[in-house]
């Protein structure tokens, strides 16, 4: 088998490529080893950059989410008995989209099928071959037999824990990690919304934050050990975990309903460089992982193939390299202000154990900063909604 793009994974990143270099005309090859049910099933984030909604829009991908996602203009704070409100549309004029990452992936599957693409449910890539040479192979296995697909390049786009990153030789890559003393307990909820916009919430308890998915669907989730497992947390106990941590001095609290899913979410900070090596591309969670803190991490899987499949379509339309080149360095720069975003948002909001009283009034300036001076306030705001996507290598004299 042979195509021009070998894609290894089939989560946001590696559909969302395929879709793009489909626009441009270049064919590729997605393999995913999941079904697709368990695939469209895992729930993930939910909150759309500016950008990220745009980009679908754009691409012929915003149907469903026009009609199914909300569009946020603004977030709230919740700390020291306060709420406060950053007007994200006043302070940049954008917003944010909620809707569910296993919806993305839903409609992306429906369009590559639709679309006649090739996806590939069930291959499990083994092993990755000849990445410094024009003609890199993937090895697979699909249904009990083993496949090799051939192509001009291969894309890494397999999670945290899959193959690629690791095929690339540790002599040629630096990775950075930092890992939280916590991590986050989520559940799916039937109920009504009890907030119009999210609300992030810092109390001596630990973090909490209310968010949402659909008119008859919430989503929640509040700090815990990172070693917790579901089955501590009957719905009793998360219930009264929540109002403890929410509930304010006018009587507000969330609402409750049937719980319909539980998960906890690892919290680390993680960031390979360079993201290339010969002909193999990393994208989306392969490559970076941020904590949750911000929901950056789909959003930056999505710049990673928007800059890529730029890139590629130089390269085929025009057999220009340099953005391939420059691949990692534009992306990079992009990663880490995520990073730091996201643990900035994630040290300010969260309990840490062994934590000094100073340290916790700290945070509740910090917060009260943020949510009085205009300047912080739009810092924030503008890294929430997403800063512009590079597609080109980074301005700047160089030195
Ligand atoms: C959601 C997840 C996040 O990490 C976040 O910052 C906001 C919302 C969510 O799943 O809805």
Same mark, same amino acid.
């Given at each position: 088998m042979h195509t021009r793009v070998a894609i290894v994974g089939g989560g946001p990143a590696g559909l969302l490529l395929s879709h793009l270099l489909h626009r441009e005309g270049i064919e590729s090859v997605v393999l995913e080893s999941r079904s697709r049910e368990e695939l469209e099933s895992e729930i993930r984030a939910g909150v759309l950059e500016q950008g990220t909604a745009d980009l679908l829009q754009e691409t012929g991908l915003g149907e469903r989410m026009g009609r199914d996602g909300a569009v946020h203009h603004g977030i709230n704070l919740q700390f020291g008995g306060r709420r406060e409100r950053i007007d994200l549309r006043e302070l940049t004029g954008k917003s944010v989209t909620l809707y569910g990452q296993h919806e993305v992936v839903k409609d992306l599957v429906a369009r590559r099928l639709e679309d006649g693409g090739h996806l590939l449910f069930g291959a499990e890539a083994g092993s990755l071959h000849d990445l410094d040479s024009e003609r890199p192979r993937v090895r697979f296995s699909r249904g009990g037999e083993e496949g090799e697909l051939s192509c001009d390049f291969v894309v890494g786009a397999d999670s945290f824990r899959g193959i690629s990153r690791l095929s690339i030789p540790q002599r040629a890559r630096a990775e950075y990690e930092r890992k939280y003393p916590f991590g986050w307990f989520g559940i799916l909820v039937e109920a009504p919304p009890a907030t119009e916009e999210l609300?992030?919430?810092?109390?001596? +308890?630990?973090?909490?934050?209310?968010?949402?998915?659909?008119?008859?669907?919430?989503?929640?989730?509040?700090?815990?050990?990172?070693? !917790?497992?579901?089955? =501590?947390?009957?719905?009793?106990?998360?219930?009264?975990?929540?109002?403890?941590?929410?509930?304010?001095? !006018?009587?507000?609290?969330?609402?409750?309903?049937?719980?319909?899913?539980? =998960?906890?979410?690892?919290?680390?900070?993680?960031?390979?460089?360079?993201?290339?090596?010969?002909?193999?591309?990393?994208?989306?969670?392969?490559?970076?992982?941020?904590?949750?803190?911000?929901?950056?991490?789909? =959003?930056?899987?999505?710049?990673?193939? +928007?800059?890529?499949?730029?890139?590629?379509?130089?390269?085929?339309?025009?057999?220009?390299?340099?953005?391939?080149?420059?691949?990692?360095?534009?992306?990079?720069? +992009?990663?880490?202000?995520?990073?730091?975003?996201?643990?900035?948002?994630?040290?300010?909001?969260?309990?840490?154990?062994?934590?000094?009283?100073?340290?916790?009034?700290?945070?509740?300036a910090e917060l009260d900063y943020v949510t009085s001076s205009r300047s912080a306030a739009a810092s924030l705001a503008e890294n929430y909604v997403g800063l512009p996507v590079e597609v080109s290598p980074a301005a700047g004299t160089p030195v």
């Open positions: 609300i992030y919430a810092l109390h001596e +308890r630990g973090f909490s934050l209310v968010s949402t998915r659909s008119p008859e669907i919430q989503r929640m989730y509040f700090q815990c050990d990172p070693n !917790d497992a579901a089955d =501590n947390w009957p719905d009793d106990r998360i219930w009264s975990e929540l109002h403890a941590r929410l509930t304010t001095d !006018d009587g507000w609290s969330v609402t409750e309903g049937r719980i319909i899913q539980k =998960n906890v979410v690892g919290m680390r900070s993680f960031v390979v460089e360079p993201m290339q090596y010969g002909r193999l591309f990393l994208a989306g969670d392969a490559a970076h992982i941020v904590p949750p803190t911000g929901a950056k991490g789909m =959003n930056l899987a999505v710049a990673d193939v +928007r800059v890529l499949s730029e890139a590629l379509r130089e390269f085929y339309g025009a057999g220009r390299t340099e953005s391939l080149a420059r691949y990692s360095e534009t992306c990079l720069r +992009r990663v880490w202000r995520a990073e730091r975003f996201s643990w900035w948002m994630t040290s300010m909001l969260h309990r840490f154990d062994g934590a000094d009283a100073f340290g916790h009034r700290l945070q509740l």
